[in-house]
């Protein structure tokens, strides 16, 4: 999986998932603690999306596609090349369980 940029995926603090839920289903480990690195993320990327959504909308940066600069452009090319690719920093794949039948 390949981030949006070279710093990562900006705003993928701000994904809901189902554990940020407050009536969330639980697996029955015991109580679940907040996890105070994940929610200073989030208020770090919810700070830089105030951030540019005030700026006038002639200074938003918008992504050129196919430019030199196209960074998930550049890891397809360097896949397809054969080169070493940047993996995700904030997405993860998860394996295939075995299923014993």
Same mark, same amino acid.
């Given at each position: 999986? &390949?981030?949006? /940029?070279?710093?990562?995926?900006?705003?993928?603090?701000?994904?809901?998932?189902?554990?940020?839920?407050?009536?969330?289903?639980?697996?029955?480990?015991?109580?679940?603690?907040?996890?105070?690195?994940?929610?200073?993320?989030?208020?770090?990327?919810?700070?830089?999306?105030?951030?540019?959504?005030?700026?006038?909308?002639?200074?938003?940066? &918008?992504?050129?596609?196919?430019?030199?600069?196209?960074?998930?452009?550049?890891?397809?090319?360097?896949?397809?090349?054969?080169?070493? &690719?940047?993996?995700?920093? /904030?997405?993860?794949?998860?394996?295939?369980?075995?299923?014993?039948?």
């Amino acid at each position: 999986m &390949v981030d949006e /940029t070279e710093e990562g995926s900006p705003y993928a603090a701000l994904r809901m998932r189902e554990a940020d839920l407050e009536k969330h289903l639980s697996s029955g480990q015991g109580e679940e603690k907040k996890d105070a690195a994940r929610e200073k993320a989030r208020e770090d990327a919810l700070k830089r999306l105030e951030e540019e959504s005030r700026k006038p909308a002639a200074d938003r940066k &918008v992504p050129e596609f196919g430019s030199d600069k196209d960074f998930q452009l550049i890891q397809a090319i360097n896949h397809l090349k054969g080169k070493p &690719v940047l993996v995700s920093k /904030t997405q993860v794949e998860r394996k295939e369980e075995v299923k014993d039948n």
